[in-house]
């Protein structure tokens, strides 16, 4: 057992778990996107959960670092805002916004993090990358917009997991997107309609039919 502060609050927590689920349990939130709970390895490729661990010389990133005993933690300094505030604008800089009519209007977790972090959906400092890839609706129940798609891996580790295994990333770099196998339409791949990977996308990517 190990006893840290959150923004000079007392947390009891467990050793050697991940701060970030420690601190979403415990009522404070931190920004993320692409830490999965209990997964063995996380990608830690959004780099929007950074907080300031006294003692440390700069931000790290909460999704893989773990709790130790005596730890002080807090989430929203300089630094912080910093690093965080730049991933979220670059990574809305390549997102395709059309709010108004996404699926996941009134949900995206986006709008959670811009509202919780004080940030335009807009970036204000990055030229914005056009995205117009097209819309995968070959699927009877799922539909897929990859001009959304945050990057996040979550829809890749349940279908690698639990579905039948047929999204995965594919290309690099800035066209790094996630894909079926040979870019197959979804509809026509193995795809066992489990439907998880709707259920983890946390912006209007991957979502059900109406
Ligand atoms: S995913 Fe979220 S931010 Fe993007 S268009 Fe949809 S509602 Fe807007
Ligand atoms: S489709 Fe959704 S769950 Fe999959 S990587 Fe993109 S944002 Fe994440
Ligand atoms: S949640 Fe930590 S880097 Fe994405």
């Not at 977790?109 to 959906?121: D, E, V």
């Not at 999204?167 to 979804?186: E, N, Q, V």
Request: hydrophobic share 35%.
């Amino acid at each position: 057992m190990a006893i840290i502060l959150i923004n000079g609050n007392e947390i009891t927590a467990k050793e050697g778990v991940s701060l970030l689920w420690t601190a979403l349990d415990t009522g404070f939130y931190i920004p993320n996107l692409c830490a999965i709970r209990n997964a063995k390895h996380q990608a830690a490729s959004c780099r929007l959960c950074y907080v300031e661990i006294e003692g440390e010389k700069s931000p790290v990133l909460a999704c893989v670092q773990p709790v130790r005993d005596g730890m002080s933690v807090q989430l929203d300094t300089p630094a912080v805002a910093r690093l965080r505030n730049t991933a979220f604008e670059l990574l809305m800089s390549h997102h395709k916004l059309e709010c108004q009519i996404c699926p996941n209007h009134g949900q995206c977790t986006l709008h959670k993090i811009a509202s919780h972090i004080k940030a335009k959906l807009e970036p204000q400092r990055f030229r914005k990358i056009p995205r117009d890839m097209p819309v995968d609706d070959s699927h009877p129940r799922i539909r897929f917009d990859p001009n959304k798609c945050v990057l996040c891996g979550k829809c890749v580790y349940v279908c690698q997991k639990s579905g039948a295994g047929v999204l995965d990333f594919s290309y690099r770099s800035i066209d790094t997107r996630i894909s079926t196998f040979a870019g197959m339409p979804l509809g026509e791949t193995n795809c066992n309609s489990c439907l998880a990977c709707v259920t983890v996308c946390p912006v209007g990517s991957l979502t059900l039919k109406s």
